[in-house]
């Protein structure tokens, strides 16, 4: 499977066993060259871009969305805030980290095994959410109805009422996931039930998986029980294109450092993000503040413009 290009970024599928590939991915992310996406990344993704990228949507593909679980207990480890930088929170890099060579020798259940050196207890804290399967729908495809009710569904899509403000999408923007997800499977599948969530059987053994996105064709379902160490593994990779590219006289990858300063001062859910990477390469011809300010200035809420041109005099030393 190739590439698949989107407006300044470039989605990589990187096939095989996950525990060969997610510390790689890891050491990209830490160099700034881009980022694996959540689930709700992925699914996103998918619905708006089905009509010119739909591999997207009819792919499965393993994320950053992480799933502990022990007994009764689900842990979602969301990998990312709501800011629009993709900047790990530190649960979530502990989690990917243990997706590993070594650990895939002794995986437990086809899972990391969370019951040596205090793992469980040390998958606390920002970005993690404690549910209970009791009273949750689960291992068996959802109506959208329930989908749009579904605590475990929606707290990794990240809705307002399920996750820390800090965290939380739109509510407008979930909804937009998980209807035209639904719009999707009926119009090419005919599909009345989809998004099932699918989880490991209860034990008393704590077990870490990566949440993958599977494929419209198999009711884009959420799956957290597939090996570690299986070959067919998929891992998406999303990297910012021609932003890596080096311009005369910046540094390299300082495109993205911009970027995701710049979303940190604006309100990320007023526009989409594809915005702001047209705006980057629109003016990497010519990079200085206003070149900069000029192509954002349409979608830069009127309190920031001044905090948004000095962190751009600051990063382009102006």
Request: cysteine-free; hydrophobic content about 35%; overall charge negative.
């Amino acid at each position: 499977m190739e590439n698949i290009q989107l407006e300044g970024r470039t989605v990589e599928p990187h096939y095989g066993r996950n525990i060969d590939k997610a510390l790689a991915l890891l050491a990209r992310w830490k160099k700034g060259e881009g980022y694996i996406p959540s689930e709700a990344d992925v699914r996103l993704m998918g619905v708006r871009n089905f009509k010119n990228s739909p591999e997207i949507a009819t792919n499965y593909w393993d994320t950053s969305t992480l799933s502990a679980t022990k007994g009764d207990i689900i842990k979602v480890i969301l990998p990312y805030d709501n800011s629009g930088a993709h900047q790990l929170t530190d649960v979530a890099e502990f989690g990917l980290a243990l997706i590993n060579l070594e650990e895939g020798k002794k995986l437990v259940d086809y899972g990391v095994n969370l019951d040596v050196d205090g793992r469980w207890e040390k998958l606390n804290g920002k970005g993690v959410y404690t549910l209970k399967r009791n009273g949750l729908v689960l291992n068996q495809d959802l109506t959208e109805e329930q989908a749009m009710e579904h605590k475990l569904l929606l707290t990794k899509l990240q809705h307002p009422d399920y996750v820390d403000g800090k965290f939380a999408r739109s509510a407008d923007e979930v909804a937009e996931i998980i209807g035209k997800t639904f719009e999707l499977g009926k119009k090419e599948h005919g599909y009345e039930t989809m998004m099932g969530q699918y989880i490991p059987e209860e034990s008393n053994k704590g077990i870490l998986k990566a949440w993958y996105a599977n494929r419209l064709y198999d009711r884009a379902r959420s799956d957290a029980r597939s090996d570690l160490g299986y070959d067919n593994g998929r891992f998406a990779f999303v990297s910012v294109g021609d932003a890596n590219v080096n311009v005369q006289g910046v540094e390299e990858n300082l495109a993205i450092k911009q970027m995701d300063a710049i979303k940190s001062v604006i309100n990320i859910n007023t526009f989409p993000v594809d915005e702001i990477y047209k705006a980057i390469q629109d003016s990497r011809l010519n990079v200085t503040v206003d070149s900069i300010y000029s192509a954002l200035s349409g979608v830069i809420a009127s309190d920031n413009v001044e905090k948004v041109k000095k962190t751009l005099e600051k990063l382009l030393g102006q």
